[in-house]
């Protein structure tokens, strides 16, 4: 059976994961590899109506627990009708944000506990993790600047300054977890798009190399 490659692209708003994934989609490409690119909320197209209620600013009485459970929804629709079949084909599923997102938004920014958001989608995803997680990570002052002159501003977007500090904490804490040492790796997007895209692609390509069995052909 062909087993392509999970990748997720992870990191608080404004770390300008979206624009790095489009470039080294790009990259990936050009070395002849197919590559399938999607994100979280979404994904596909019952995910994608998931999405909408998610992010409408309008929805600003939305619980936390109710929010917790519609992104593992969008999550379990998203692995079983683009993930899992991209990776069957022996694709590389390059996908903006995954699980972690979950556990730094609901666990630590919305502060439900990062073990019981593992625990919600361990029900969705049965094991499944990405092989390859690389964290963009930015200072505060950066990526609050870099969401701000964004605009147009989701409902996640404008909650406060001191959820999104609680958030890149989050993330800290999971990067600094033993137990994802190896899979994750944290890609500094101080720099321009050029040097995130050049520290993105070393590590990347590292891991295919290391990846023996991985069988694009
Ligand atoms: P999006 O516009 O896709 O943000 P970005 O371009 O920064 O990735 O909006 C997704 C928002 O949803 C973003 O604020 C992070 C949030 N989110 C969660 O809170 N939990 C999750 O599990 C996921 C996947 C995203």
């Known amino acids: 059976m062909k087993q392509g490659i999970f990748i997720s692209l992870e990191g608080d708003d404004g770390a300008g994961k979206t624009t790095a994934a489009r470039n080294i989609k790009n990259e990936l490409e050009k070395m002849g590899l197919e590559v399938v690119y ?6 596909s197209p019952i995910a994608e109506q998931i ?5 409408d600013p309008a929805n600003k009485a939305m619980d936390a627990k109710t929010e917790a459970v519609l992104y593992a929804a969008s999550r379990n629709q998203h ?16 996908c903006d944000r995954f699980l972690d997102s979950s556990i730094a938004y609901q666990g630590y920014g919305r502060k439900l506990g990062a073990d019981r958001i593992e625990h919600l989608n ?8 990405p092989d390859l997680t690389l964290f963009f ?3 505060d002052e950066t990526g609050h600047k870099r969401m701000v002159s964004r605009g147009d501003m989701n409902r ?21 977890n033993p137990a994802n040492t190896e899979r994750i790796h944290v ?13 993105s692609m070393k590590i ?4 295919i190399k290391s990846k023996k069995d991985f069988d694009h052909e």
Request: aromatic residues 6%; hydrophobic residues 35%.
């Open 38 to 43: 999607t994100r979280e909320p979404g994904g």
């Open 51 to 55: 999405r909408q209620i998610l992010l």
């Open 156 to 176: 996640l977007d404008q909650e406060s300054r001191q959820f999104h500090e609680d958030v890149r904490q989050g993330f800290r804490k999971i990067k600094s």
């Open 187 to 199: 890609v500094n997007a101080e720099g321009s798009v050029e040097e995130v895209l050049e520290q």
């Open 204 to 207: 990347i390509c590292e891991f």
């Open 79 to 94: 692995v079983k009708d683009t993930i899992l079949p991209a990776l069957q084909e022996g694709k590389i599923v390059l």
């Open 137 to 139: 990570e930015v200072s």
């Open 122 to 129: 361990d029900f969705v995803l049965e094991g499944l993790r």
